[in-house]
């Protein structure tokens, strides 16, 4: 069982900037990949950033490619994800979830996540 617990979330200005921590405690964080999804009302869960067990590669959805950063800190089992020139339209739960293996190695596959933390949310204003 890994308990994942998001946080950083909260009410910023378009263009401003958040760093969203999750913190996971539990089996090894170092076996596991990292991801982060979000989910606006009345839409589907979004594929965001995903980052490999050493962090070596690094996975963005279209819509943030350029303005998030996703990282992790093995020694603290903690996955980042740093955004950077907020929109209005960024602003939606932002989920972390942790992958024994991607889906089909498909990064972005909700199915490939084991577990999910609860979510934190980020509003960004006009």
């Known amino acids: 069982q890994v308990l994942l617990v998001e946080s950083g979330g909260g009410l910023v200005q378009a263009g401003g900037s958040l760093r969203l921590s999750c913190a996971a405690s539990?089996?090894?964080?170092?076996?596991?990949?990292m991801g982060w999804f979000r989910q606006a009302p009345g839409k589907e869960r979004e594929f965001v950033a995903a980052m490999t067990r050493s962090g070596g590669s690094t996975y963005y959805g279209d819509s943030v490619k350029g303005r998030f950063t996703i990282s992790r800190d093995n020694a603290k089992n903690t996955v980042y994800l740093q955004m950077n020139s907020l929109k209005p339209e960024d602003t939606a739960v932002y989920y972390c979830?942790?992958?024994?293996?991607?889906?089909?190695?498909?990064?972005?596959?909700?199915?490939?996540?084991?577990?999910w933390g609860q979510g934190t949310q980020v509003t960004v204003s006009s």
């Open positions: 539990g089996h090894a964080f170092s076996k596991f990949a």
């Open positions: 979830a942790a992958s024994g293996v991607f889906y089909n190695g498909n990064p972005s596959h909700r199915s490939g996540y084991d577990y």
